[in-house]
C-alpha cells in the first residue's frame, strides 16, 4: 500500500462499502468529456435553456445528428499522450439524449442518422489505452415526460417543482432513471467511477435529491453491479467523490476536520460543451498550473474538452492537450502518486510530495526569490541558478535544525530529497 493510501485509510471520510480510492488517488489526472445534441449548437451544453429553445426546435439536432468524424481511439490516443489516467464521458446530459442504445427511451443515438451506439466504441477505444472507465450520467431530464423541470420554464427549481405537483410522476421517472443506471452498469463491462450531477444540495435544496433520486436504493444496486466503483458526491448521500467546479480550493478539501477524496472538474475555456466561438480559453501553462495546484492540496483534476457535433476534437482543444502532455513527459513523477506536502510551500509556489521526495513547483521560473520559511531559509536566484546542479536550502533561522539538499533536475522541477526520518521543523 502505498503512503497515500494509509493516509486514505487512516485519516480519510471514506465509507467502507465504497470502492477501493488508491488507483484514483495515484491517477490524479484524467478527461472529462462533455459531447450530445448540444454539440451540434456549438454553443454550450445549457443552449436549449439559455436560448429558451423549445423541444420542437432543438429536436432538428436530434434528426441531423450524425458525428461522421467521430474517432474515439484518436480521443484515447490524445488522452493517454496529455497524461490523463482516467475518462468520464456524458453518458447522458440534462438534454436526456442516450449517447447509448438504451432500451428505456427513443431519445438516443442508435435513432439519429448515424444509428449506432457511441458509448460502446469510446469505452472499448479508452480501455485499450488503458485509462480507467468513467460515467457521467445526469440525474435531471429536460426531455423526459414525467420529469417535473422541463427546460422551457425558467430553470427557477420552486416553479418547476409546482410543476411537478401539475402530475408529473416521479416515481415513474425514478423507475426510469436507475434502469438507465443499470443499463450502463451492465453492458459496458467494469466500470470504474461514476459521476452523477446536478446535486440539489449545491443549490441549497437539502434533502430533495435523495429523496427524489432514491439516492440510497440506486447507491445499493450500483455496488451490487459494480463493487469496485467510485462514485462522486452528488446523490446528495454526503459521501463519496467532492467535486469543487470550475475553481480551485484554497487548500485540501474537508469535512470535519477530516481531509476528503476531492477532484477539481475544469474547462478549457468555461464550456463544457463545445462552444465554437468562445474566447475564454485558458493557456497551456495556466491548466499546467491548475494541475499543479491541485494534487499540491491532495485532489484530482478533470480537465474537460467538447468534442463538435461532427465527433471531433478542435485545435485548441489538441494543442492544449498536447502542451500539458510535454510537460507530463518531464514531470509526472511529481503528479502521479503525489499529494499535499506537509511542509508550507513558499509564495507563487507549489510543494507536491511523493514518498520522500518533495518536489518544489517554482510557478515563476525563475523571477522570484525562493522564501522556504519552515523548510529552509531564504536563497536567491542568482545563488540557485549558479548552484543549479546542487543547491543547499538550509535552515538560516535555526542552521543546526535541518539541512537537505535540492537537486534542480529540469527547468521547473526543483527536487528536494528529505531525510528518511522525519525532520524536526518546526
Ligand atoms: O449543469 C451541469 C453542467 O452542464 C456541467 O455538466 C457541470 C459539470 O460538472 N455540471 C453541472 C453544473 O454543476
Redesign the pocket.
Known sequence: MTEINEKIHSEYEWPDHYGNPDWFLHDRFGL?I?WGLYSLAARH??VMNREQIHPDHYNKYFKHFEPDLYDPAKWAKVAKEAGMKYVVV?TK??EGFALWDSNYTEYKATNTPIRKDLLAPLVEAFRKEGLKIGF?H?LIDWYHPEFPVDCIHPQREDEAFKLAASGRDMAKYREFLHGQVRELLTNYGKIDYLWF???YE?RGFNGKGAKDWQSEELEKMIFELQPDILLNDRLDLGRGVT?P?QYQPKSNVQKNGKPLIWEA?QTLNGS??YDRDNLNWKSSELLITMLIDTVSKGGNLLL?IGPNGRGELDEKSLTRLQEIGEWMRLHSRSIYGATESQYKAPLDCRFTQRGNRLYLHVLHWPFRTIHLTGLAGKISYAQFLHDASEVFFHEYEKPDVFQHTAFKMEPGEVVIELPTTKPNVV
Open positions: 472529462f462533455h451544453e445549457w456524458t446530459h440534462h457521467y445526469s450531477d446536478f446535486s449545491d467535486t467546479e472538474c463544457w460543451g474537460n
